[in-house]
């Protein structure tokens, strides 16, 4: 299968041990790969009002061009990225707004339904918190509000296939088998999802 793996964090963390370990587990079991870090690849995340316009009129930049042409690429989209102010890093809301585009990976009629253009896809999210898991959700920071930006729901709109979220809280408090344990379980959960072709 052809994995297209989305990732956002400017530094050195759990997030990158996490997507190393996601690509080398893919790469083991004779997958392929291709990795978009929106941070070192310098993509602008600012969408403007002139570039909406012209997209609608069919002129779409470069740089959406090159990564729109990956996701049509790919069998599966996975997201890794940190939960911040319950939400996308803003590199990442920014990329999302700019590729995700009406007319690419959605369309909405005049009755104003939406039709979803990337159907023949799967999805996975995989996201890191610092906060713990009772705070999160005695404080509803997890809520149906939120889940366009940090959970599966997002895929409704584009009609991607979700097969797992994993979200990792309690990252400021985690020990070093804490880490183990999470690195264990995201590998598992790899594995069984994408397993090696027979």
């Known amino acids: 299968m052809n994995h297209l793996i989305i990732f956002a964090h400017p530094q050195q963390s759990l997030n990158q041990t996490l997507l190393d370990l996601v690509v080398s587990t893919l790469l083991n079991n004779g997958h392929d790969v291709t990795v978009r870090d929106v941070y070192s690849i310098g993509f602008?995340?600012?969408l403007t009002t002139a570039e909406k316009v012209a997209m609608r009129n069919g002129?779409?930049?470069?740089?959406?061009q090159r990564e729109q042409k990956l996701i049509q690429q790919a069998d599966v989209l996975t997201f890794i990225f940190p939960i911040w102010w319950t939400g996308l890093p803003a590199m990442l809301k920014g990329y999302v707004e700019r590729v995700f585009s009406e007319g690419f990976a959605y369309e909405i009629n005049e009755n104003g339904v939406v039709k979803n253009l990337l159907?023949?896809?799967?999805g996975v999210i995989i996201n890191t918190h610092d906060a713990p898991?009772?705070?999160?959700?005695?404080?509803?920071?997890?809520?149906?509000?939120?889940?366009?930006?940090?959970d599966t729901a997002a895929f409704d709109l584009?009609?991607?296939?979700p097969v797992e979220r994993l979200l990792f809280s309690s990252m400021e408090q985690a020990s070093a088998d804490d880490i183990h344990e999470i690195l264990k379980e995201t590998k598992e959960t790899v594995d069984q999802l994408f397993p090696p072709a027979v």
């Open 119 to 122: 159907r023949d896809k799967k």
């Open 158 to 161: 584009i009609g991607v296939q």
């Open 59 to 64: 002129h779409v930049p470069v740089p959406v």
């Open 133 to 150: 898991r009772t705070f999160l959700d005695s404080n509803m920071i997890i809520t149906p509000s939120h889940h366009m930006t940090t």
């Open 44 to 46: 602008p995340p600012e």
